[in-house]
């Protein structure tokens, strides 16, 4: 296994006014599972592109492990792809389709069958050896194509998008069943996806793109706490994050954030951050995820400072949550995640409390979240 | 027996008495030197392993296959020629199979070479229906039905494709002989008896599965095999079984349109099939001056066509079946946000994309806008 590095990395397509991936720079780990996401158009299959060989770097260098590979053709860079359409040949039945590869690289017979066993084993498909791709649903096509790159043993395992083509159920199952492989054959994955919940659940680490720019690369858990920019921020997390434009006053040694129908305070350390910026007194973006919004009483009670008041336009029970479609909050709607148990009534007036310890503050202007920059 | 490198480079070096003057050159330049008459140099022996070259000779040391050849060099004028024959024989012995089986390609290749030759020149003729005339090679052969696929490569890699590497892995996956002809450096045609295909074929047929999907799925597979194993980028398409003595010329000339069409509409898409791009056909096959007009005509603005955001939007809202959620979600952009953009379009164009005469309008737009950037 290897790891892989990408060093200011282009790519400018002939006759487009703009590159389609700029300066990239990434060091991904040996056995790290990377999810490049964003949204169409953002560079990330590009780049996978890239490191696979298919598309030539304008400008740049890659390296796996430690051997720069601008210039070497895929078939000997020692990578395994997985594709969107994960095409299986089908005149092959499944044995034949993940033994071809090693058939092509003259692999002994003895060994062909058992490492291609052993990826079946694995992929528990063992029973399905002899049949032909026609006789497969979706995800037995999909565990097929995964088992074709297993068995070519490769340092890097590179996935564009393999589970687009299945249905939301398959999906969710196959998600977890990547992961435990990514895991189990100790690998190196770099996984391309445009949607949110993949990359969140799937990545040791994920970089979020956008117009050819890596935006931010950090873990999950980073990412959805603590994210650079409103962009970051809006991407991870559904609902998508509540952005509410006001502006910050100082009143009474408080620093306060207004807007029509919400009047609150920040927390000393927040505030002081807000301070030393000289955010006192502009116009300002606050971040609010919907499950930082309360209804329950208790915290209510402790935290007379964050209520704010609102009709409830739509509410949707999910049964084990309930998301509030809020009015009356400045001139964006809010959407608030609540227990599946509350009471809350469409076009009843409520009082929510804000959980000011997590907001996130964006400059208007740059967008950047004023605490992580 | 076969001798490993040392022992064969340090056995002929004791013969000889002297140290052996190596060089490592790439394998496909020794190749180029053996199959075609480079200049500069003299000769090159039948056995295919002693390049002549002024008063030195190059020998084949190890044998090919690998990325590097290894050539050692002797003056001719030191040896006797009983000397060059022996060495020359050695030679002959270690590489003799890989040898045997190059010189077999080479004669295929230049076969290959022909019937390319005389393809291109029909469809510059315009001859479409033309038979394969009895001097030009695989006349016989090409009597059956055959289902063809064209294949253009974007070898960003060093050289291009070899001719034996593709012909190994194209063979390879139909598990029977197929016959492979260079149109140029970057254009192959595939052409495969349909006996490879047929049982399936019938097969699937009768199972529902179309003739078209069968031929997609064998093109998808292809395709999928040529890009992991070999050198990256390529466009195909494959079109359906006909019988091969007759209409090459047509096919080849229709398949390269598939190509162009879809290399025109489908910028991102690698694999082009005629039974996708009928819509794509017709925008094309309108005289200029037609659609000119007949854009002027339905488009009150079009400035709004010339916008990137406009037809990235446009676009995926077609990729996802004019679905207004699920284009959304792709383009990250708030329902609301894509609403108003559309209801814009309506604004500037006077044209409803959630209506479906407009919608179609709106398509059939995009695609003469797309035929009016190619040209």
Redesign the interface.
Known sequence: MAGVRLEHVYKKYPGSDKPTVIDVNLDIKDKEFLVLV????CGKSTTLRMI?????ISEGQLYIGDKLVN?????DRDI??V?Q?Y?????MNVFQNMA??L??RKVPKDEIDKQVKEAARILDIEHLLER???ALSGGQRQRVALGRAIVRNPQVFLMDEPLSNLDAKLRGQMRSEITKLAKRLETTVIYVT?DQIEAMTMGDRIVVMKDGYIQQAASPDQLYNHPLNLFVAG?MGSPTMNFIHGKLNEEAGEIRFKTDGLNVVIPAGKAQALKDKNYIGKEVILGVRPEDIHEEPVFLEASPNSIFSASIDVTENLGHEMLLYLKGVGSENVIGRVDGRSNAQEGQNVKLAIDMNKVHVFDKESELNVFEN | MMIEKPSLQLHIERILGRTLELVAVPTSLWREWTQSSVAGIDSMSPSGVVMHQSDDAWYLLWKQGTEQSTLMKLESSSLSSQEQQWIELVLMLEHGEQLEQNILTASEEQEAQRVGSWILSSIHERDWKVEIPEHIPWNKQLLGMITPFLLVTEH???EGPRYQLLK??VD????GHTFLIPLSEQEWLILVPLAL?TA?LED?VD?G?SQEE?LT??C??L???L???????SHMTVDYSFIGQKGIPATVAHMRETIFLGRTFHLTEHIHLPWELHIEHLAYSIPDHVRAEYLKRIVKKTEVFHDAETL?TLE?YFQQNCSVSETAK????HRNTLLYRLDKIKQETGLDIRSFSDALLIKLVLLLYKVAHSQ
């Not at chain 2, 390879?172 to 598990?175: A, E, L, R």
């Open positions: 964003g949204p169409s158009g696979a060989g298919l598309e030539e210039d070497v053709a895929p078939k395994a792809m594709f359409s095409a299986l040949y089908p005149h071809f590869g058939k092509l032909k791709p026609k445009h991407f | 960003i890699h060093r190994k892995l390879s996956y139909f598990d295909t399936d699937d199972n599965e069968l799925s064998y998808l597979g395709h999928e095999l890009t992991a194993e070999w050198i990256g980028e990235a995926m792709r383009l990250y952009i």
